[in-house]
């Protein structure tokens, strides 16, 4: 199967016509131009006719071509159907990832999109701040973008072949930032096309504070829906027994906890030095990939409480000792990223 990317951007093209945002006032006129597909050199997106030797699948969203290469185009606005006229696995996917990659993941779970699957991002416009960025997070979902008019050759894996997995996966990412800083979206963004991944909640549930009850809510609605949720303060059985990717969100949170189920605020503190001392080890050898989030409070006044130093320098501690044992640490201040 030949594919032909004419334009890769969204309907406008990027930079769109007149936008003087940040993101396309720094990209020449005509930078991408607006999504075009053809396929054999016959077949034009949207699919709604297949030449002999073609077959038209998956809602008119999927094409499978004479050699038996799968394709799965889904650009802005639609979605990629699992309907029962789709082949069991794609070859290539070219999806409109700025808008919900947690699709991708979907796709994944669903065994549509397996590691022979060639992921190009589509639909490319002004929602990310640049092609750096937009780089950096399709690295993170297994995904590449491509220049304008670029040819695809895409065959069929051959019985047994599968493609290497492209770059080393970090085991242990910790993503600290202050309240509000844009710190847990991140830490999402960064597992976002995975398809099992369980958020490991550590705070209470907002049961009788409205404002927090607000703030729980806003976060699972951010989730993707596939994702399983544990609630618990048990960090270091929950990494030793993981199965699937874990977010833990976040760490603050559990200390905060810790101190109370020890009464710790004012009295000894020994057990919860032990507790951090016991995720640590864990974080160390943890069986799946996690990303942790983790509240950066050592930059402002200085507590006027002996508790809240004690909580100031036990989080600022266990923040340096897990980034100590971590292979990516980022910093988040006012939306933007900063890899430490």
Known sequence: MKVLL???????????PGCRCAACAGLPPGHRRPFELLVNGVVRFPFVAA?????????GLGLVGPDGAALLCVPTGLEPPPGPDGPARYDVVLM?????????????????VDEATQVVAIGLDHRVRSEDELARRLRLWGAVAVPDGTALEIEPPR??????AGG????????????????????ELRLAAEPYVTYVATGPDG?????WAARVRAHRERRPAHWGTVETTDLAATIANATTP?????????VAAVFDEHGAWEGDRAPVHARCDELVAAWRQAPEPIVAVSDEVGWGVVPATASGRAFRDVLGRLNERLAAESEYVALVVAGRLLEL
Do not use: Y
Not at 98 to 111: K, T, V, W
Not at 207 to 211: C, W
Not at 246 to 254: A, H, K, P, S, V
């Open 159 to 164: 019985a047994g072949s599968r493609r290497p």
């Open 6 to 16: 004419s334009g890769t951007a969204g309907g406008a093209g990027w930079p769109e």
């Open 246 to 254: 874990l977010l833990i969100d976040g760490l603050g949170t559990w």
């Open 51 to 59: 030449p002999r030797g073609h077959r038209v699948c998956a809602g």
């Open 96 to 112: 409109d990832l700025l808008n919900r990659p947690e699709r991708l993941g979907e796709l994944r779970r669903a065994g549509l």
């Open 207 to 211: 049961a009788g504070d409205g404002e």
């Open 168 to 187: 080393a996966q970090v085991r242990r990412a910790l993503v600290l930032g202050g309240s509000r800083s844009g710190k847990s979206a991140e830490a």
